[in-house]
């Protein structure tokens, strides 16, 4: 049950470059399409022999549609976005565990399951300040556990709990066309009302960097790491306090057009996760396209 199936609140790699830097006022609409694969595994040697080996493995596929709005007049000097994100998806999980006796002897067992639909619901606001280079941005983010969700089932599209999460981010973006974003961030899982468990506090951090080429492509690197920092509560304490982590890192590429008024950004990153500790580790993809009022000459948004 630990992070209940493995998935956080916060996305890996939810941020990347350009988090901070304000967007145009007005509506907008991104999409964001969402591959993963990871798997895990563990095992023990006997005293007298022989030994258990036991393994997981997960495939995620997620569609998040945001639907937003920045405000032209300021807020506390800042820029004022409320959105929020609908989600669907489908994830497939499998366990499997192999015994071995001290006379050799091997007994296996694996069991799968697949779930699909409605995800949970993220209602999200930020405030972006702009002086100069310098981009600061603060965000809170909920999480509410409006999708599929069976605590009896191996596979879910949703968690099953509420959850807050809020951080600050900062991006440098001088006009050279280099780019670097840093964004940091503390989740809050609420009790799971159907199991009373209770996944720890987890903190995060995404980083991007990128070069500009024009106004309508670039190209970087982004990057991610997540370690849980309070134990879970709530269950049997014989396997430890699950305590979590992962990191990621890989590339990131962008351009735009711009189609009758409207400006039409496109992201492409992916991850390659390492040092996960109690939790899986593989690697994750995101497709992003976001539609909103033509931006004005020199601007980036996320």
Known sequence: MADEGGASVWLPGQFASFAAVPGDPGFSFE????????????????????????????TEQYLYLTPGYTFADP??????????????????????????????????????????????L????SLKWQTGSHNIMTYIMG???VG??????????GLGHWAIDAGLGYTYMPASGFEFSVTAGLTYNFINPTTRYQSGMDAH??????????????LGVAGYFFNQISADTGGLALLGDFRSRVGGVGPQVGWSVQLAGLAVEFDVRGYKEFAAQKGPEGWNIYFTASLSRTRRSGEKAR
Do not use: C, E
């Open 122 to 125: 993220y209602p999200m606001s």
């Open 31 to 58: 999409t964001i399409f969402y591959v993963r694969k990871a798997s895990a595994t563990a095992g023990t040697s006997f005293s007298r022999g022989g030994g258990l080996l036991i393994g997981y493995d997960t």
């Open 148 to 157: 599929t969700y069976d605590p009896n089932r191996l596979a879910g599209v």
């Open 143 to 145: 999480g509410a556990p």
């Open 205 to 218: 951090i995404d980083v991007g960097a990128s070069y500009s080429f024009s106004d309508a492509f670039y």
């Open 75 to 120: 807020v506390l000097n800042g820029q004022l976005f409320l959105g929020v994100t609908f989600s669907a998806g489908r994830a497939d999980t499998s366990v499997w565990g192999v015994l071995t006796t001290p006379n050799a002897n091997v007994f296996s067992t694996r069991n799968s399951d697949g779930a699909a639909g409605i995800s949970d």
